[in-house]
T-cell receptor, first 112, second 113 residues
């Protein structure tokens, strides 16, 4: 079975802190994605990566950055956390083209 | 641009009732269409998909048919169970969208015993 794991299920951080969310997949997928999920808004794409060291902005990249140094690992970084970044963060990986995506369990981040 | 619209929830049904969750899409190309399900406390998982017009995706008693003429991909199940309580997301992926997946807002389903 494909497995996508995320470093934390719940995280509480203070405003202004730097936050790292890590995601690891074990299926050698080329594509990896970071989404945030908010009630009534569905999933919104923050960043994605088609290959190691490559990244593309999604629909809402402001306030976030990413890192992909190894194929299996994709990190989301909040440089200076703000309260409006309180959300559920979902990582996903997938094959090429329009293949399905496989999701991790999510990290619920609260910024106080 | 490409988009997905699905019916607002929550939808509340009694066990063994018939389920329909409507989904329509806008896309300039020929997208692949998906239904994902999110159970409480979990990430999304693929429920079913269809990659071309008139294809029917099916899984766990759920079905959806890719209707290009009505740009729809409605999810149906003949007899729901309490364990089907979850949030359901309609989604599309298209070549002209760089294969980024576009998700609908999600529909929460509650099934009562």
């Amino acid at each position: 079975d494909v497995k996508v794991t995320q470093s934390s299920r719940y995280l509480v951080k203070r405003t202004g802190e730097k936050v790292f969310l890590e995601c690891v997949q074990d299926m050698d997928h080329e594509n990896m994605f970071w989404y945030r999920q908010d009630p009534g808004l569905g999933l919104r794409l923050i960043y994605f990566s088609y290959d190691v060291k490559m990244k593309e902005k999604g629909d809402i990249p402001e306030g976030y950055s990413v890192s992909r140094e190894k194929k299996e690992r994709f990190s989301l970084i909040l440089e200076s956390a703000s309260t409006n970044q309180t959300s559920m963060y979902l990582c996903a990986s997938g094959g090429t083209g329009d293949d399905e995506q496989y999701f991790g369990p999510g990290t619920r981040l609260t910024v106080t | 641009g490409n988009s997905v619209t699905q019916m607002e929830g929550p939808v509340t049904l009694s066990e063994e009732a018939f389920l329909t969750i409507n989904c329509t899409y806008t896309a300039t190309g020929y997208p692949s269409l998906f239904w994902y399900v999110q159970y409480p406390g979990e990430g999304l998982q693929l429920l079913l998909k269809a990659t071309k017009a008139d294809d029917k995706g099916s899984n766990k008693g759920f079905e959806a048919t890719y209707r290009k003429e009505t740009t729809s991909f409605h999810l149906e199940k003949g007899s729901v169970q309490v364990s089907d309580s979850a949030v359901y997301f309609c989604a599309l992926s298209a070549r002209d969208g760089g294969f980024k997946t576009i998700f609908g807002a999600g529909t929460r389903l509650f099934v009562k015993a």
